[in-house]
Structures are given as structure tokens and as C-alpha cells.
């Protein structure tokens, strides 16, 4: 049974609230002048179908649009615009006001925008009124805190169930506010500022968790502000890294560490960013033995009592960097063997990269070796080219230096063939320019590219230098040509057998030239066309 029109367009107009977003500009430009073309009448609708509505638009130039009712992303105009346009939009506008009210479809659309700056201002007048009760922040830790976690309370969780980007909108107010507050004197507001990013990381992903926010949009956009945090994070702690810093900080970092723990088990989301900004701190700013070894003591507890359901994996990397960073480098190695290699693959770049930066070439090997291993595991399991490649790329680069100060290449190139195919681009210029030809002739095949396809500068160097490893290359490729069985296939297999021959001559091979094409002819003799382009091309008759 077919779905009645109006539930086609009911059914369109919500994509279309997800496609486009009131806060971004082009899309509000967009929807604005989609209006004013419905609204001067110049839509004039042709057919509307079970799968389409056809229409034509009077702009500057007449536009024909189709709109697909069951896939709104494939809609089609004649104007040159690349994706949803103005005539698209007009056209959806005519035919909703067969049911419906087109500003009011509109103004529901505007209001998660009218919502973010009435929750903005709202927001910005509770944040003055905190600054009027708390001023400027002395140096006092759990003041702070509590400062911070009322500042939070009032202007983010006043409401429940907010827009996704209002909450962000109000976290960027949230923020000014704890800078408004912030200590004069630069060295304590350095450390103000770090120790208000730890505690705004976390009460934002316990947010962002409480609420739900698992939309792939949404979800982008939270995450830019937690690498955001991060970023901010590691420039404080480089800051305070380079100043004497007073005894007076000792307890603020105490205290700041024991509530860093809380990154490990918090919340369920943002595992890789938990960890990274776990690292940051205990590697740069937490540095006592003693502190070390307690919390090493403390993970060991923990994981201990670990419960089924919960993920143990933020624990035992923060285990493994304890161990470490207190140059207990067999039994990290023994806490990474315990961890799936899917698992603990991306964290070993850390701290591949952080012996590269010491010069401890020793402490390395052992990690670079499991890398290498492991890292075949762990682009199999993931679903996207991008990070694969992504990925390899990190890995090469953070195993180069290593590679070159010991003159490990055939460790790097171990990393490129374990890492195909996404290490391809990398591989082929390194062989190419060792000039190892056969190596660089069976990438090609492994990675299927035809002769055809390969660039025609570096077959020229090869045909110079070491012509015989063209040979074997041409056959494959030739024969795969052969293969599809059609007339534009066997005229690439006939050029391509035509350069196999100029070799073989310049290799004075020609007898076994004519042995292998006597006997390709002979297991082809049913395929006509393929002898046709033979004769055509005049290697029959040579």
C-alpha cells in the first residue's frame, strides 16, 4: 500500500530539519530565499508521483526540480549549485502548503536558534550575578571547586533536557565566567585555568552522558569542544612547565591529582580523550615517585574489583603509563600483552613517541615491535578508510625517527607492508627511490593496479634501469585484460602485449616472446574478438 502525499511530505520536512541548521549561515540564507521564490508564486508544479514531485522554478534562469520523496538527498535541479538549493527548497515549500502552514515550519525550524539566544542571555545574566557573589577567586583550591561546580549547576543544569547546542552555547558562557574570576597574579591563574579545564572536561562528559547526546552531529560538535579542552589542557600544563613554581602549588597539584583518577571511571564516552588528557597530567605535572606509586596501587585495586559491564580498558592503559613513567618497563610490557591488540594498539604510539622525544631508543624498541605487530589486528577491525589511513600515517611517522637514528629500515619497511594497503603511498615512493623494482613491480600487482594505471614517468625509469621487471607485470596485467572479455579490455591487453614484445626484443628473448604468445593464442583460440584486436594491431601477422 502506498504512503498518502501528505505523510510523503510530512516524512520530508523532518530530513529537511535535519539537513539543514538554523545556525549556520548559508543554510539560513538558503531556507530565506527558498520563502521569497514560493512566495512570489514563481513555483508551478507538474506532477507529483509516488517517488517524485516535478516542478519548474521562475528564477533568473528557469529551473526544472525533482524532488525524491523517499530520499530527500537525491533530489535533483537543473541550476549548477551542489547539493540542496533555493529551488529545491521552494518546490518542498509549495507542496507543504498543501497541508500545512510554511511559516510555521519555519519558525519551528528557527527554534533551536531563538532557544540558543534566549539561553544564552539568560545564561550571560546568572554568570554576572555569580561574578557580583564570588569576585575574584583567592588561591584556594576547594574553593574553587565549589565555585566552579556552582557556576556549572546554575548555568547549565537549571533546565533539563536541553537543545545539544544550547548546552554548548551556555558551557562557552560557563566558561567566561570561571575566566572572569580568575586570580591575578599569572602564575596562580595558570594554575586556576588548568585545574578549572580538568574539572570542566569531566562535568561536561558526565553531561553529555546523562543526556544522551549520541546523534553523529551532535556528537561532532561535543567532541570538538573536549579537544578543545584538551588543547588547553597541554598548552597550561607546557606553561607551567617552564616557570618555577611555588611550593604554595604542591597541595593545589595534590589535590588536583587525586581528583584526576575520577577520568578513569567517570563516565563511559571519550575513552581515547580521558586517557590522553590522564597521560598529559601524570607525565608533565604529577611527578613524584611517591604519588606514582600509590596511584599505580590504587589502579591494581580497582582493577581488581572491576565489574563485568564496565570497560577496563582506560584503567589498564593509565596502569600501563604509571609503570612507565616509574621505569617499570617490563611490567608495562606485560600489562599491554593482557590487552586485546585492537584495544591497546592506538595508545602505544604515546608512548613510542614519548621515548623518540628522550632519546631512549632502548625503551622504545620493545613498543615499536609490538606496534608492529599488532597493527595489522587493529586495521582490520576498524570501519572507516580515512582512519585507517589516518592511523598508518601516525604510525609511520612516530616510528621514523627511531628507524633512522638506528638504521632500522627493515623495521619501517615491516611497519609499510604490515599497514597495506594504506601504507601505498608511502611504500612505492620508498622502494622507487632505493630503487628496488622488483619490490615496487609486486606492490603493484598485491595493491591490483593495472599497467595502464601506473605512472608513466617511473615506467619509463624501470624500462631503463631494469626492464625485466616490467616483464612479469605486463603478463598479469595483460591477462587480467583478457579476462573480462570485452572489446575494450582486449584492446588494453593488445597494448599492452605489444609493450611485452618491445621488451622481450630489447632483451633478445624473442623466442620466448613467441613461445608465450604461441600459447596465449592457443588457450584464447575461442575468444574472436580478442584475435581481431590481435590482427588488427598487427602482432599476429609479426
Given at each position: 500500500?502506498?504512503m498518502?502525499?501528505?505523510?510523503?511530505i510530512?516524512?520530508m520536512s523532518?530530513?529537511?530539519?535535519?539537513l539543514?541548521?538554523p545556525e549556520i549561515?548559508?543554510d539560513a540564507?538558503l531556507?530565506?530565499?527558498?520563502?521569497?521564490?514560493?512566495?512570489?508564486g514563481?513555483?508551478?508544479?507538474l506532477?507529483?508521483?509516488?517517488d517524485?514531485?516535478?516542478?519548474t522554478?521562475?528564477d533568473?534562469v528557469?529551473?526544472?526540480?525533482e524532488?525524491?520523496?523517499?530520499?530527500?538527498?537525491?533530489?535533483?535541479c537543473?541550476c549548477?549549485?551542489?547539493?540542496?538549493?533555493?529551488?529545491?527548497?521552494?518546490v518542498?515549500f509549495?507542496?507543504?502548503?498543501?497541508?500545512?502552514s510554511?511559516?510555521?515550519?519555519?519558525?519551528q525550524?528557527?527554534?533551536p536558534?531563538?532557544?540558543?539566544?534566549?539561553?544564552a542571555?539568560?545564561?550571560?545574566?546568572?554568570?554576572?550575578?555569580?561574578?557580583?557573589?564570588?569576585g575574584?577567586?583567592?588561591?584556594?583550591?576547594d574553593?574553587?571547586i565549589?565555585s566552579?561546580?556552582?557556576?556549572?549547576?546554575?548555568?547549565?543544569q537549571?533546565?533539563?533536557?536541553?537543545n545539544?547546542?544550547?548546552v554548548?552555547?551556555?558551557f562557552?558562557?560557563?566558561?567566561?565566567?570561571?575566566?572572569a574570576?580568575a586570580?591575578?597574579?599569572?602564575e596562580?591563574?595558570?594554575?586556576?585555568?588548568?585545574?578549572?579545564?580538568?574539572?570542566?572536561?569531566q562535568?561536561?562528559?558526565e553531561?553529555s552522558?546523562?543526556?544522551?547526546?549520541?546523534n553523529?552531529g551532535?556528537?561532532?560538535?561535543?567532541d570538538?569542544?573536549f579537544s578543545?579542552?584538551?588543547?588547553?589542557?597541554?598548552?597550561?600544563?607546557?606553561?607551567?612547565?617552564v616557570?618555577?613554581?611555588?611550593?604554595?602549588?604542591?597541595?593545589f597539584?595534590?589535590?588536583?591529582k587525586?581528583?584526576?583518577?575520577?577520568l578513569?571511571t567517570?563516565?563511559?564516552?571519550?575513552e581515547?580523550?580521558?586517557?590522553?588528557?590522564?597521560?598529559?597530567?601524570w607525565?608533565h605535572?604529577?611527578?613524584?615517585?611517591?604519588?606514582?606509586?600509590?596511584?599505580?596501587?590504587?589502579i591494581?585495586l580497582?582493577?581488581?574489583?572491576?565489574?563485568d559491564?564496565?570497560?577496563?580498558?582506560?584503567?589498564?592503559?593509565?596502569?600501563?603509563h604509571v609503570?612507565?613513567?616509574?621505569?617499570?618497563?617490563?611490567?608495562?610490557?606485560?600489562?599491554?600483552?593482557?590487552?586485546?591488540?585492537?584495544?591497546?594498539?592506538?595508545?602505544?604510539?604515546?608512548?613510542?613517541?614519548?621515548?623518540?622525544?628522550?632519546k631512549?631508543w632502548?625503551?622504545?624498541?620493545?613498543?615499536?615491535?609490538?606496534?608492529?605487530?599488532k597493527?595489522?589486528?587493529?586495521?582490520?577491525?576498524?570501519?572507516?578508510?580515512?582512519a585507517?589511513?589516518?592511523?598508518?600515517?601516525m604510525?609511520?611517522?612516530?616510528?621514523?625517527?627511531?628507524?633512522?637514528?638506528?638504521?632500522r629500515?627493515?623495521?619501517?619497511?615491516?611497519?609499510?607492508l604490515?599497514?597495506?594497503?594504506?601504507?601505498?603511498?608511502e611504500?612505492?615512493?620508498?622502494?622507487?627511490?632505493?630503487?628496488?623494482?622488483?619490490?615496487?613491480?609486486?606492490?603493484?600487482?598485491f595493491?591490483?593496479?593495472?599497467?595502464?594505471q601506473?605512472?608513466?614517468?617511473?615506467?619509463?625509469?624501470?624500462e631503463?634501469?631494469?626492464?625485466?621487471?616490467?616483464?612479469?607485470?605486463?603478463?598479469?596485467?595483460a591477462?587480467q585484460?583478457?579476462?573480462?572479455?570485452?572489446?575494450?579490455?582486449?584492446?588494453?591487453?593488445?597494448?599492452q602485449?605489444?609493450?611485452l614484445?618491445?621488451i622481450?626484443?630489447?632483451?633478445k628473448?624473442?623466442?620466448?616472446?613467441?613461445?608465450?604468445?604461441e600459447?596465449l593464442?592457443?588457450?584464447?583460440?575461442?575468444l574472436?574478438?580478442?584475435?581481431?584486436e590481435?590482427?588488427?594491431?598487427k602482432?599476429?601477422?609479426a
Amino acid at each position: 500500500m502506498s504512503m498518502p502525499a501528505s505523510e510523503h511530505i510530512r516524512a520530508m520536512s523532518e530530513k529537511l530539519a535535519q539537513l539543514l541548521h538554523p545556525e549556520i549561515e548559508e543554510d539560513a540564507k538558503l531556507v530565506q530565499k527558498g520563502m521569497l521564490l514560493y512566495r512570489q508564486g514563481l513555483v508551478t508544479l507538474l506532477r507529483v508521483g509516488e517517488d517524485a514531485m516535478v516542478a519548474t522554478v521562475q528564477d533568473v534562469v528557469r529551473a526544472r526540480v525533482e524532488l525524491d520523496v523517499n530520499f530527500f538527498e537525491m533530489s535533483q535541479c537543473s541550476c549548477p549549485a551542489n547539493g540542496i538549493c533555493r529551488h529545491q527548497m521552494a518546490v518542498f515549500f509549495l507542496a507543504y502548503s498543501k497541508s500545512g502552514s510554511v511559516a510555521d515550519w519555519i519558525e519551528q525550524w528557527r527554534k533551536p536558534v531563538q532557544e540558543k539566544k534566549a539561553e544564552a542571555a539568560l545564561g550571560m545574566e546568572k554568570a554576572r550575578d555569580l561574578i557580583k557573589a564570588n569576585g575574584i577567586l583567592k588561591p584556594d583550591y576547594d574553593r574553587w571547586i565549589q565555585s566552579f561546580g556552582e557556576s556549572f549547576t546554575t548555568i547549565l543544569q537549571t533546565k533539563q533536557h536541553l537543545n545539544p547546542y544550547v548546552v554548548i552555547e551556555l558551557f562557552r558562557v560557563y566558561r567566561r565566567r570561571l575566566s572572569a574570576s580568575a586570580p591575578v597574579k599569572q602564575e596562580w591563574k595558570l594554575l586556576y585555568d588548568l585545574i578549572g579545564t580538568v574539572f570542566s572536561f569531566q562535568k561536561l562528559a558526565e553531561l553529555s552522558q546523562e543526556m544522551g547526546y549520541t546523534n553523529d552531529g551532535v556528537r561532532r560538535t561535543f567532541d570538538l569542544v573536549f579537544s578543545q579542552l584538551i588543547d588547553e589542557a597541554e598548552s597550561l600544563v607546557q606553561k607551567l612547565g617552564v616557570q618555577t613554581m611555588p611550593f604554595a602549588f604542591d597541595a593545589f597539584i595534590e589535590k588536583l591529582k587525586d581528583d584526576t583518577t575520577s577520568l578513569l571511571t567517570a563516565v563511559d564516552e571519550l575513552e581515547y580523550d580521558r586517557i590522553y588528557l590522564y597521560r598529559l597530567l601524570w607525565s608533565h605535572l604529577f611527578k613524584k615517585k611517591s604519588w606514582r606509586e600509590d596511584e599505580l596501587k590504587k589502579i591494581e585495586l580497582r582493577l581488581e574489583k572491576i565489574m563485568d559491564w564496565e570497560n577496563p580498558i582506560p584503567l589498564q592503559i593509565a596502569g600501563v603509563h604509571v609503570c612507565m613513567l616509574l621505569q617499570m618497563d617490563d611490567s608495562a610490557l606485560r600489562l599491554i600483552s593482557s590487552i586485546q591488540d585492537e584495544k591497546v594498539t592506538p595508545y602505544l604510539l604515546y608512548w613510542i613517541e614519548l621515548f623518540s622525544q628522550q632519546k631512549s631508543w632502548n625503551r622504545a624498541a620493545p613498543l615499536i615491535d609490538l606496534l608492529v605487530q599488532k597493527v595489522k589486528v587493529y586495521l582490520e577491525v576498524q570501519r572507516s578508510y580515512y582512519a585507517c589511513t589516518g592511523f598508518t600515517n601516525m604510525l609511520l611517522k612516530a616510528i621514523l625517527p627511531f628507524c633512522k637514528t638506528n638504521e632500522r629500515f627493515d623495521l619501517y619497511e615491516r611497519a609499510l607492508l604490515q599497514s597495506l594497503p594504506y601504507s601505498y603511498a608511502e611504500y612505492e615512493i620508498s622502494l622507487f627511490e632505493q630503487g628496488m623494482y622488483d619490490k615496487w613491480s609486486e606492490l603493484q600487482s598485491f595493491i591490483g593496479y593495472q599497467y595502464d594505471q601506473l605512472p608513466k614517468d617511473r615506467l619509463k625509469v624501470i624500462e631503463k634501469e631494469q626492464p625485466e621487471v616490467l616483464i612479469s607485470l605486463l603478463h598479469q596485467s595483460a591477462q587480467q585484460q583478457i579476462d573480462l572479455k570485452n572489446r575494450q579490455s582486449y584492446k588494453s591487453a593488445v597494448r599492452q602485449l605489444k609493450k611485452l614484445r618491445t621488451i622481450y626484443k630489447k632483451q633478445k628473448r624473442v623466442s620466448d616472446w613467441q613461445f608465450f604468445f604461441e600459447n596465449l593464442l592457443e588457450r584464447t583460440r575461442r575468444l574472436r574478438a580478442f584475435h581481431e584486436e590481435c590482427k588488427r594491431s598487427k602482432l599476429i601477422d609479426a
